[in-house]
């Protein structure tokens, strides 16, 4: 039973426009999320997280958002640039667990 | 980032073989992960070290044998593998158990 769910395995997106990458959760234990970004050949790198004691975090370019009803987050990334195009991961983990679960990944590819 | 290495990078073996998958982080972190990431699967957790002692053993074979002799290496020893066992290998490290987590690039194994 998955229970980070990234439905969306691949996304084409114009430059300069807005990236919005999807993830959905099960476990109502989950209290921290974060995503990862990937390129090939290399590990995963953090990239942004959130609690869930708040509904929004932003970095820079990079904004998550945290819907705990729906138990759905997403992340922004605005203006998308060529060198977004990598995996994205949700990961989630719940109090007192540094036990991360992932989703499956969405393939993001900017145009230019 | 060359906070977290891998060694080697591809490694090809045969069932009979035995093989170790070493990881080095170079951050002063206290804890130390090993993930394994199948095709078209999420990265699975499969041990979790604290100040060098296993915290976490996510139902693993026996054939896959972890040992952490200090807080900065991890290895992860094979033995008897079978073909499903193709994945690539994951190292992470992270300053505490609740805190982000530090990818190295990955070992990409092939078991024949």
């Known amino acids: 039973d998955q229970q980070v769910k990234q439905n969306s395995p691949s996304l084409s997106v114009q430059e300069g426009r807005i990236s919005i990458l999807n993830c959905d959760y099960t476990n109502s234990m989950f209290d921290y999320f974060l995503w990862y970004k990937k390129y090939p050949a290399e590990g995963p790198t953090f990239l942004i997280s959130i609690s869930s004691i708040k509904d929004k975090n932003e970095d820079g370019r990079f904004t998550v958002f945290l819907n705990k009803s729906a138990k759905h987050l997403s992340l922004h990334i605005v203006p998308s640039q060529p060198g977004d195009s990598a995996v994205y991961f949700c990961a989630a983990s719940a109090d007192g667990n540094e036990k991360l679960t992932f989703g499956t990944g969405t393939r993001l590819t900017i145009i230019p | 980032e060359t906070g977290v290495t891998q060694t080697p990078r591809h490694l090809v073996m045969g069932m009979t073989n035995k093989k170790s998958l070493k990881c080095e982080q170079h951050l002063g972190h206290n804890a130390m992960y090993w993930y394994k990431q199948s095709a078209k699967k999420p990265l699975e957790l499969m041990f979790v070290y604290s100040l060098e002692e296993r915290v976490e053993n996510n139902s693993v074979p026996s054939r896959f044998s972890p040992e952490c002799p200090n807080s900065s290496h991890l290895f992860l020893h094979l033995h008897t593998l079978q073909p499903e066992d193709s994945a690539l290998y994951l190292c992470?490290?992270?300053?505490?158990?609740?805190?982000?987590?530090?990818f190295g690039p990955g070992t990409r194994l092939t078991v024949l």
């Open positions: 992470a490290s992270s300053q505490d158990r609740r805190d982000r987590q530090f």
